[in-house]
């Protein structure tokens, strides 16, 4: 039996037991729990057998579908790569020990702002069991304990998974229950992990919108989540016509099923007519189906007409919407009113016309001349992401170690006292 | 009568023109922000007259106790000190206009984090009205959006106010709905704001416990919140006792209601039976009573003994709990079992002390040598603050125009394709 009796454990043992973890990770110098993570991906590469066992277990009891099992399936490369993941972030700098910003004040106080990290993360993800290494190594290596809950149906891998985590850690001398999984796959731990003020510091939800939701929905802690990704591409009539080829089939056909997928191609009136027809049928020679809007049909006759919504829609998919907007605040003010701040791109040649997109269109990431899958915290150099941020405060964008962390002051003085 | 009929408006109009006027206020530049916070300045003390006969009204209508009265008085010097803040507010360094990191990937790609306003931020306060002015500065200067909700009993002072400060923003060419008011004093309006995702972005309560307790306890939107304010002062072994005495006298008794204000005074047991009785002795003068453990009524047998949860308990009072320790890791066990992470002081003359405390003790705002009533934005430079937060994410500690911030990423190409 993987699973304890789940009557007995809520949050509340966890909770407790992270929260003494994470004030002890904090105090550990930086090479330390580096250490940790290189011993927790040996002692994942030593239990590759017993993992791939236990995931033998969790396919047997899954009826899913097949793209489903393959999500679930932990094969020998995956597990190395699990392995090899924490060794990475080992290797990545130190997001704690350094200093944000000091001043002094006229009273001689001289005030220090320096990283913390936020204390207790807890982890709620779907069916890919590595998802629960890569979260614990990047709550690690910013100093925080995490709680994971992984899908039930990948329960008996998330244990195995665990089990050589903290082999490792323990190894290393980290604190015991730096990393914690559910202890069952009761639906009652996941709202107990919601509501459990003071225990859990910040929950990050990972998976399909509905995960999402639910958890932005209960929460009774604080989330960083990512929401939408209906991600824009503007053709501005100063564009150079095969770079901007080039970028929106990448931008829409390289991946379709990922939060940085352009949803949404925007072409100005000027270019549509040279650029509309050889792109469409680019990117028709690639499988992908579009709803357009009556301009760009005007070009393009062959173009299937938007439905109502159509803009608004996050395909994740080789479907792409096509609008015709007239200049620069025409495109920015359609990214308004549908886009999601997530990831919005413009390709021109106009530096000017290029630094009022970047200014003016409020998303997470903006872009100039370059393709919006390119929004990933590995592509930005955080060597490890946890999710896309697409909530407005804390941390906007790819969520990687340095996200991870708050900030506190320390505060210098030599006898002063407030007048 | 100041108030519209209540049943017709709720949150939604006031949102959605308050995400009008933060997106159009995010692209102004700084200059143009700060005219409009002088305008407003300005016609601040232009309606002096008409804000102090709403405040009568106000008071007027009021059966609470002095003390709130005198919280809800607006006298001319009052007045004046708002429309002052708001000049003053004008004055500091923008906390938008910077890059805060830039840095290029082996593709070429540059990578660009710059500060970003949060957006709409919906403020709950009590019944100070000049909290309202403040806070629309303060949310001005970041670039964001605000919506305020006063005290019911302060309704007709906080319209005055708001009136004379869109009149001002306007002047000034600012984006209409900047600033906005609750159109009525009923209680499901707050409901309302808190419930209001996707409409405003951070809810800042600022009043009492209960209010903030309520709030976090309702909000379906991020909060940034000050919760407790359970301040402890450590004297350490190696403290010199004058320095010790001139710390705790002030860090206690200067103002013993904000929350900066010392509850918990803890003394090595090696300088104890020294520092103890002269200590005591000030603070008893001064009108200071005691709540303390055997260890320290062996040293000063008049102290009163503490109860259970005595030092659980933010006096906010002229109240001390008073407790001997061995030496720093006790001090910093007691810390974490009892304080409530906001701010903690150590008075040492060892530097190795100072340091491990500055590091061990996770609170918002770690103090050497320094009474804890320092913990404000004024003594700490930022010019203003929208209170204190407790939290564990976004910020911590002070809260000024640069906390009301977040950041986003500009990426700039030249055609670059993800493989």
């Not at 008996?156 to 730096?178: D, F, K, M, Q």
């Not at 089939?249 to 990922?258: D, F, L, Q, S």
């Not at 903006?366 to 150099?381: I, L």
């Amino acid at each position: 039996m993987d699973a304890v009796d789940q009557t007995t454990i809520g949050i509340e043992p966890l909770g407790r037991a992270a929260r003494n973890a994470a004030r002890a990770l904090a105090r550990l110098p930086a090479d330390h729990r580096d250490a940790g993570l290189r011993a927790a991906g040996a002692a994942l590469r030593r239990h590759a057998g017993a993992i791939a066992r236990a995931n033998e277990r969790d396919l047997a009891a899954s009826s899913a579908n097949a793209a489903f099992r393959d999500r679930l399936t932990l094969t020998p490369a995956r597990i190395d790569a699990m392995a090899q993941g924490l060794a990475d972030i080992a290797g990545l700098p130190d997001p704690l020990g350094r200093t944000l910003a000091e001043w002094s004040r006229p009273n001689g106080l001289v005030i220090r702002r320096v990283p913390a990290p936020i204390g207790v993360i807890g982890m709620i993800y779907e069916s890919r069991p590595n998802v629960g290494a890569d979260a614990a190594g990047i709550c690690l290596k910013s100093g925080n304990a995490v709680i994971l809950r992984g899908g039930s149906e990948s329960f008996a891998s998330a244990r195995a998974i665990n089990a050589a985590i903290v082999e490792g850690l323990a190894e290393a001398g980290l604190p015991e229950h730096c990393v914690q999984v559910a202890p069952g796959t009761d639906r009652a731990f996941v709202a107990d992990m919601l509501g459990a003020s003071g225990l859990i510091d910040l929950i990050v939800p990972r998976g399909g919108k509905s995960l999402v939701t639910c958890v932005q929905a209960e929460a009774r802690v604080p989330v960083l989540a990512h929401a939408d990704g209906l991600c824009h591409t503007y053709v501005h009539a100063a564009a150079d016509h095969a770079m901007a080829r080039r970028i929106v089939v990448n931008a829409k056909m390289r991946r379709t099923g990922i939060c940085g997928a352009t949803e949404t191609l925007l072409v100005d009136a000027a270019a549509a007519p040279a650029l509309l027809p050889p792109l469409v049928a680019e990117l028709a020679a690639l499988g992908c189906s579009f709803r357009a809007d009556a301009r760009a049909r005007a070009v393009v006759d062959t173009l299937p007409a938007a439905a109502p919504g159509d803009f608004d829609t996050e395909w994740l998919d080789g479907v792409l919407s096509v609008a015709v907007v007239d200049g620069l605040d025409d495109a920015i003010a359609h990214i308004a009113r549908h886009g999601s701040a997530h990831t919005d791109a413009i390709v021109t040649e106009d530096p000017d016309a290029a630094a009022a997109f970047l200014a003016a269109v409020d998303s997470a990431v903006t872009m100039w001349n370059a393709s919006t899958q390119f929004c990933d915290g590995g592509e930005f150099g955080f060597g490890a992401e946890i999710g896309i941020a697409t909530g407005r405060i804390h941390a906007r964008g790819p969520v990687g170690p340095e996200q991870l962390t708050c900030f506190r002051y320390q505060v210098i003085g030599s006898g002063q006292t407030r007048p």
